[in-house]
Antibody, heavy 115, light 112 residues
Framework: EVQLLESGGDLVQPGGSLRLSCAAS????????MAWVRQAPGKGLEWIST????????YYADFVKGRFTVSRDNSKNTLSLQMNSLRAEDTAVYYC????????WGQGTLVTVSS | DVVMTQSPLSLPVTLGQSASISCRSS???????????LHWFQQRPGQSPRRLIY???DRDPGVPDRFSGSGSGTDFTLKISRVEAEDAGVYYC?????????FGQGTKVEIK
């Protein structure tokens, strides 16, 4: 069974930075594009970013362009999301998902941006 | 961006009855490769989302055949037949044809 384990969520001040990780197992990580999706408290799902298998192609939602950077390490089966210039509205549970079409999701990690 | 509009946003359903959720997109979801990347997710209370239906009508592994998807172009439907208590939660459609990916607002299914 596919396993995706997010980590790195924390309480951070506005303007601060945070790096999220997603450890993947039970599938061939290097064969799949990967995505990040978030969910603010009590709200719906919001796609953030997708990265191709070979890292050549990355896609971002407009609201994170220039602030967030997605990356992956296929040798370590790890997906990452570097988040800079964080705002209160970035407060959410952040999920990683497998594949171009987000077929499997992790349990999420909570990011709280507050002073 | 493609806007995904779901209706209704709240859906009370009696156990054993059927439920239908509509999802409309502001643009056609037919990809240049010929596929239509419209998917449905279920999110039970306190859980992460789970994909139920992909490419309009294909069920993901382990999804009961009570769940079915249909539609084409810009108009799609998720149907739940013989609703069970475990079907309570929020259902989202999402388009995977265009960038950025966009989700519907979610439909909360409540079991009466």
């Amino acid at each position: 069974e596919v396993q995706l384990l997010e980590s790195g969520g924390d309480l951070v001040q506005p303007g601060g930075s945070l790096r999220l990780s997603c450890a993947a197992s039970q599938f061939t990580f290097s064969n799949y594009a990967m995505a990040w999706v978030r969910q603010a408290p009590g709200k719906g799902l919001e796609w953030i970013s997708t990265i191709s298998t070979d890292i050549r192609d990355t896609y971002y939602a407009d609201f994170v362009k220039g602030r967030f950077t997605v990356s992956r390490d296929n040798s370590k089966n790890t997906l990452s999301l570097q988040m800079n210039s964080l705002r209160a509205e970035d407060t959410a549970v952040y999920y990683c998902a497998k594949g171009w079409q987000m077929e499997s999701w992790g349990q999420g990690t909570l990011v709280t941006v507050s002073s | 961006d493609v806007v995904m509009t779901q209706s209704p946003l709240s859906l009370p359903v009696t156990l054993g009855q059927s439920a239908s959720i509509s999802c409309r997109s502001s643009q056609s979801l037919v990809h240049s490769d010929g596929s239509t990347y419209l998917h449905w997710f279920q999110q039970r209370p306190g859980q992460s989302p789970r994909r139920l239906i992909y490419r309009v009508s294909d069920r993901d592994p382990g999804v009961p055949d009570r769940f079915s998807g249909s539609g084409s172009g810009t108009d799609f439907t998720l149907k739940i037949s013989r609703v069970e208590a475990e079907d309570a939660g929020v259902y989202y459609c999402v388009q995977g044809t265009h960038w950025p990916r966009t989700f519907g607002q979610g439909t909360k299914v409540e079991i009466k």
